[in-house]
């Protein structure tokens, strides 16, 4: 399948309404990591690019935030239907530069238009507030506003939906953006662009720039035109996003990375937890930051729990993401697949046994085979380091308390999962768990009515649900004096 005959491919930047290739005519590759073959080039842009979509994002603000909510909802659920109506093709291009299995790719397509739905309706009630004056003659009055410019820097694994989880409740608030995907599926985000274009967004309200990570980076976090930046990533590349921006105190969102403890408990439905553990650990082959990084199985269900979920592991489907039979695609590169391999040695050698997988697939390329290691030590890399890969490390555990400081003993603290039908431990252990998330007798949780994001080193700020506009939102507080006179 060709990328390039598709009706929403474009290999150029989206800037001020137009269809731009670097200003030094460099463009970069991208791969299929399923084949390793190209499949296209995109722009290389960097600082100077950057500056012009940000000006031309900041000149298209007066209009869009003066529309009233309701045309710029009415604007973003034409966006929606055009992404809904070419599911297919957009989860297909998605598999393609991503390699992400085409049922996944299709789950992500309306995962991610569900969020552009949900904050079209959300910005409708924007709702402002009246406080009680202690002065006769006054009022206190609180107004919500856009906060201007955001930029938007996002991931490979997922290249739609964390690009609409921002986008969509900053734009219906009332503020432009300026998106840079990431270099290995740019594809995904320049269709966004186009279907943008058809549903009528003004010229300059949304731009995508392709091109040098730092260099682009590094305008958008320095320059004092953007008031905020929205950053889905590494807790590295995160935290010198965040330094970045100090120096011009720009509001900051962070969905950094994860290390999910995922526990099962002895009363837990075992054959629950495995379908649970299966979804949240290979999902994406185990690239997701939400992903289970350590699962915690109590001993007297550890035997059983481990049987039934490497029987499970054993009937996942390795291949091409483009077949439909495929439920594990590639890892994106090599440099991962790298890591995964690293990780499995590592804690082989301090005493854990392969379940199931463990090496390289015999398809080559970037595949490797789903893992499953027991008796995982806690010195092992694995236990404390994000793999971002198809290996699943059980733990045994004795009872609550020392699971309880188990999990929460990591910099971490996205996504948590536990499996229990005690309804005293299902309160207990929700609230323990330091984690902005967690899933009781489920190993999914993402949804655009909730709100997803982390705390601690996993980042700040909170994207979908009615809390998902605050980060694009000031608070102005207005009094108004001199009334009874
Ligand atoms: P990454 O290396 O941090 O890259 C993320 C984005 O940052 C890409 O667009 C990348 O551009 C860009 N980038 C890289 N260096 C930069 C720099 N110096 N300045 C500005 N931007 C820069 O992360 P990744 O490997 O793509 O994604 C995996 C990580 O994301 C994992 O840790 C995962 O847990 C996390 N993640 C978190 C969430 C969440 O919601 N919490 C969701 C998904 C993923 P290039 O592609 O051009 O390098």
């Not at 079209?120 to 009246?130: F, L, M, N, P, V």
């Not at 999910?260 to 997701?288: E, H, L, W, Y």
């Not at 550890?302 to 996942?316: D, G, I, P, R, W």
């Not at 949804?447 to 700020?461: D, M």
Request: proline share 5%.
């Amino acid at each position: 399948m060709d990328i390039k005959s598709f009706n929403l491919f474009k290999d150029k930047c989206f800037i001020n309404g137009e269809w731009i290739k670097a200003i030094s005519g460099e463009e970069i590759s991208v791969n299929n990591p399923a084949t390793l073959k190209e499949i296209g080039t995109v722009p290389k842009c960097g600082k100077d690019e950057t500056k012009q979509a940000i000006e031309a994002a900041n000149a298209s603000w007066p209009e869009w935030r003066s529309k009233s909510a309701k045309e710029r909802s009415t604007i973003m659920k034409k966006w929606f239907d055009l992404i809904m109506s070419n599911k297919e093709e957009l989860a297909q291009m998605m598999t393609i530069e991503q390699g992400k299995p085409l049922n996944e790719a299709r789950g992500e397509i309306v995962y991610g238009a569900s969020f552009i739905e949900w904050f079209a309706e959300e910005a409708k009630r924007i709702y402002g507030d009246t406080i009680p004056d202690p002065l006769i003659d006054r009022r206190i009055l609180v107004l919500k506003q856009p906060v201007g410019v955001v930029a938007s820097i996002t991931p490979w694994n997922f290249p739609n939906a964390m690009i609409t989880r921002k986008c969509a409740p900053a734009l219906a608030v009332g503020c432009p953006v300026v998106i840079k995907p990431a270099s290995q599926t740019p594809y995904s985000a320049l269709a966004l662009a186009m279907l943008a274009e058809q549903a009528g967004f003004p010229k300059g309200t949304l731009n995508v720039i392709t091109g040098k990570a730092s260099e682009i980076g590094e305008e958008l976090a320095t320059n004092p035109t953007v008031r905020k930046l929205s950053f889905t990533g590494s807790t590295e590349i995160g935290k010198v996003l965040m330094a970045k921006c100090a120096g011009t105190v720009k509001k900051v969102s962070m969905e950094l990375g994860g290390h999910a403890p995922f526990i099962v408990f002895d009363d837990a439905n075992i054959d629950d937890a495995v379908i649970g553990a299966i979804q949240s650990k290979f999902r994406n082959t185990g690239q997701t930051c939400v992903c289970a990084n350590r699962i915690y199985a109590q001993s007297g269900i550890y035997e059983e729990f481990c049987q039934k979920f490497v029987k499970a592991a054993s009937e996942l489907k390795v291949g091409d993401g483009l077949h439909e039979e495929t439920t594990s695609g590639p890892m994106i590169d090599e440099q991962s697949l790298e890591k995964v391999e690293e990780h499995v040695q590592d804690a082989v050698q301090l005493g854990a046994k392969v379940a199931i997988g463990g090496s390289k697939h015999s398809l080559g390329l970037n595949f490797f085979q789903p893992t499953i290691l027991t008796d995982v030590t806690p010195e092992a890399k694995i236990t404390s380091e994000e793999t971002f890969g198809p290996v699943a490390p059980v733990y045994k555990f004795k009872d609550e308390n020392e699971v309880i400081e188990l999990a929460n003993n990591s910099p971490y603290g996205l996504a948590s999962y536990f499996y229990s039908r005690d309804i005293g431990r299902i309160w207990r252990v929700s609230e323990a768990l330091e984690y902005g998330m967690v899933g009781v007798n489920t190993g999914l949780t993402s949804k655009a009515e909730a709100p997803f994001g982390g705390i601690k080193e996993s980042g700040l700020g909170r994207e979908g649900s009615k809390y998902g506009v605050d980060d694009f939102l000031e608070v102005k507080y207005v009094n108004m004096c001199g009334l009874d006179k």
